[in-house]
T-cell receptor, first 112, second 113 residues
Framework: AQSVTQPDIHITVSEGASLELRCNYS??????LFWYVQSPGQGLQLLLK??????LVQGIKGFEAEFKRSQSSFNLRKPSVHWSDAAEYFC??????????FGKGTRLHILP | DGGITQSPKYLFRKEGQNVTLSCEQN?????MYWYRQDPGQGLRLIYY???????QKGDIAEGYSVSREKKESFPLTVTSAQKNPTAFYLC????????????FGSGTRLTVV
C-alpha cells in the first residue's frame, strides 16, 4: 500500500541550529515528492517539490530536500532555523494521475 | 491574484444542524479536494472532484456531502449525521488529477456546540 511516514511527531531545535525532518515513503513507482508547511490556523503552503532530475531540491524560505531512491526518503533540511520556522511540516507523495498522499506531519518547535 | 478562498474563517453551529462550508478557486484548476484536520491525525480526505458534476468519496465521507456544479466552486455540507464535526477543514485544488501538487485555502474552523 502507498504510504508516507514522518517518524518524528515533534522536533525541538535551538534558533540558529540546523534542521533535518525525516520522510520515508512506500510507493509503487518513482513518485512526485512534496514538502508543505502549515502555520497554526492556516492552510498548507508548498515549500518545495521533486518531480525528476537533480535529487537535491531547493525551496522557499531557505529549505532544501534530498531524494534518495535507495532509502525511499525525502528529508527536509535547513542549515540555520529562525523562530519564524516554528510550524507543522507535511511530507507528501503523488503521481501524475493520482491523488497526493500526506504524512501525519512533524511539529517543529524553536528554542530561543 | 489567483487562489482559493474558504469562508467563513470561523463557524459555530448547534448540534443537529447542517452547515455548508464554502470553497471557491480562480486558478482554473480541474480538481478540488476537501480535507479534515484534527490534532495529531494529519490530513484526512473527505471528498474530491476531478471534473465538474462528478465527485468521489474519500476516506471519511460519512456524514458529509458535496456538489460540483461549477468548476470554481466545491462546497462541503457537514450534516447532522456527522458524529464529531468539530474540526479544521481545508479545501485544496490542483490543475489536473493531482500529482503536480495542491494549492490550499486558509481553512475553516467549525465548532459545533
Amino acid at each position: 500500500a502507498q504510504s508516507v511516514t514522518q517518524p518524528d511527531i515533534h522536533i525541538t531545535v535551538s534558533e540558529g541550529a540546523s534542521l533535518e525532518l525525516r520522510c520515508n515513503y512506500s510507493y509503487g513507482a518513482t513518485p512526485y515528492l512534496f514538502w508543505y508547511v502549515q502555520s497554526p490556523g492556516q492552510g498548507l503552503q508548498l515549500l518545495l517539490k521533486y518531480f525528476s532530475g537533480d535529487t537535491l531540491v531547493q525551496g522557499i524560505k531557505g529549505f532544501e530536500a534530498e531524494f534518495k531512491r535507495s532509502q525511499s526518503s525525502f528529508n527536509l533540511r535547513k542549515p540555520s532555523v529562525h523562530w519564524s520556522d516554528a510550524a507543522e511540516y507535511f511530507c507528501a507523495v503523488g503521481r501524475e494521475d493520482d491523488k497526493i498522499i500526506f504524512g501525519k506531519g512533524t511539529r517543529l518547535h524553536i528554542l530561543p | 491574484d489567483g487562489g482559493i478562498t474558504q469562508s467563513p474563517k470561523y463557524l459555530f453551529r448547534k448540534e443537529g444542524q447542517n452547515v455548508t462550508l464554502s470553497c471557491e478557486q480562480n486558478l482554473n484548476h480541474d480538481a478540488m479536494y476537501w480535507y479534515r484536520q484534527d490534532p495529531g491525525q494529519g490530513l484526512r480526505l473527505i471528498y474530491y472532484s476531478q471534473i465538474v458534476n462528478d465527485f468521489q468519496k474519500g476516506d471519511i465521507a460519512e456524514g458529509y456531502s458535496v456538489s460540483r456544479e461549477k468548476k470554481e466552486s466545491f462546497p462541503l455540507t457537514v450534516t447532522s449525521a456527522q458524529k464529531n464535526p468539530t474540526a479544521f477543514y481545508l479545501c485544496a485544488s490542483s490543475p489536473d488529477r493531482g500529482g503536480y501538487g495542491y494549492t490550499f485555502g486558509s481553512g475553516t474552523r467549525l465548532t459545533v456546540v
